[in-house]
């Protein structure tokens, strides 16, 4: 029983040690405008990952529609060279997309939506995200919101002016690598204390 205890505690503090967001290109502006993702036009953005990495999803992705639209789906790829160029690592058609209304500006309504990419490995590196043939109810016109963040974007090719969006998953980080090392070698340690112990 104390051997159960002891295991317990010390998965739980490994993976205290994991985070969730492991890019971020910055807050929703709403202000500076959108570049459309519809109608044959895609726009890719990097993202930096400082360590080994699981990505799940992506979300904080401003999307412009026209009132009353709503964001309803996107094609998404994740590759290593822009437009869904080199080496593709994960990518995704008809994605649904999960939303909460943002603001509204002029005849535009703002989302914040996401959507999961499964568990993709990758490792420590700079890659891209390309959004394409987002879809809407109503007009189907999809813009991503335009931030300036520090990513470098680009729109069929010709370089633009960043968007918003966060990457999400989970990087062990050193000590929970370290902690889960130090509970096998416990954990070792008990068995042969308690194998002595029944072998006298």
């Known amino acids: 029983?104390?051997?159960?205890?002891?295991?317990?505690?010390?998965?739980?503090?490994?993976?205290?040690?994991?985070?969730?967001?492991?890019?971020?290109?910055?807050a929703i502006s709403g202000a500076i405008g959108g570049a459309m993702i519809n109608g044959g036009f895609e726009v890719s953005?990097?993202?930096?990952?400082?360590?080994?990495?699981?990505?799940?999803?992506?979300?904080?992705?401003?999307?412009?529609?026209?009132?009353?639209?709503?964001?309803?789906t996107v094609d998404w790829v994740i590759s290593t060279a822009p437009d869904g160029g080199g080496t593709v690592e994960a990518f995704g058609a008809g994605s649904s997309l999960a939303t909460s209304f943002f603001e509204t500006v002029?005849?535009?309504?703002?989302?914040?939506?996401?959507?999961?990419?499964?568990?993709?490995?990758l490792s420590a590196g700079t890659y891209y995200l390309e959004l394409f043939n987002a879809t809407s109810a109503g007009s189907g016109a999809?813009?991503?919101?335009?931030?300036?963040?520090?990513?470098?974007?680009?729109?069929?090719?010709?370089?633009?002016?960043?968007?918003a969006f966060q990457v999400d998953g989970i990087a062990p980080e050193p000590t929970s690598v370290v902690l889960s090392g130090l509970g096998l070698i416990a954990l070792v340690g008990i068995a042969r204390l308690r194998r002595q112990q029944f072998q006298r």
């Not at 979300?59 to 639209?69: A, C, F, M, Q, R």
């Not at 002029?106 to 490995?121: E, L, Q």
């Open 142 to 163: 999809v813009f991503w919101d335009v931030n300036g963040g520090s990513a470098a974007a680009d729109t069929n090719g010709a370089p633009i002016t960043s968007e």
């Open 106 to 121: 002029g005849n535009r309504d703002i989302y914040s939506s996401g959507f999961s990419t499964g568990s993709v490995a």
């Open 45 to 72: 953005d990097s993202f930096v990952l400082s360590s080994d990495s699981f990505v799940t999803g992506v979300s904080n992705i401003g999307l412009w529609v026209y009132t009353p639209d709503l964001p309803e």
């Open 1 to 26: 029983m104390r051997l159960f205890g002891l295991t317990v505690v010390l998965i739980l503090m490994s993976v205290a040690c994991w985070g969730t967001t492991l890019y971020s290109n910055g």
